[in-house]
């Protein structure tokens, strides 16, 4: 375990996010785990120097805690756990600025060979090749 917090970006709740009952629509969280997915890999630098491969999400999960109406502000933590297969987990917290938790993110992700069309072996191993910060995608790195 890590005494090092994962990275975090900050989304405000607009209003046309809202869903019938005046709260965040439920598909719009999917899309804040994403906008923090897309903002770790950036700047980890894990979006450049993979070459012809990418990340692609292969599964997403989503546990709502407590509600998000329109000003809320949040912040949404994104942090890998890299296994040993083809596959890398990224966890999201969605948190109110006074420290509610929202919504717990858990996605299964893979590096894809934009070619083949087919998941590439050994994604920590890409990411560390590629010259990304590995201490910044994951607390668990030393």
Do not use: Q, W
Request: with cysteine.
């Amino acid at each position: 375990m890590s005494d090092r917090e994962p990275f975090r970006t900050r989304i405000k709740v607009r209003h046309y996010e809202l869903d019938t009952l005046g709260h965040l629509n439920h598909a719009v969280y999917h899309s804040y785990g994403e906008v923090a997915r897309l903002e770790l890999l950036e700047a980890s630098g894990a979006l450049t120097g993979l070459g012809n491969v990418a990340s692609v999400l292969l599964e997403t999960h989503v546990v709502f805690r407590r509600e998000l109406r329109a000003g809320d502000v949040v912040d949404v933590t994104c942090d890998v756990k890299f296994g040993s297969g083809k596959t890398f987990k990224m966890d999201s917290d969605i948190v109110k600025l006074d420290g509610t938790l929202a919504a717990e993110i858990t996605c299964t992700l893979g590096l894809m060979d934009l070619e083949r069309r087919k998941l590439v072996d050994d994604p920590r191993g890409r990411f560390e090749a590629a010259g990304a910060d590995l201490k910044l995608l994951s607390t668990a790195e030393g």
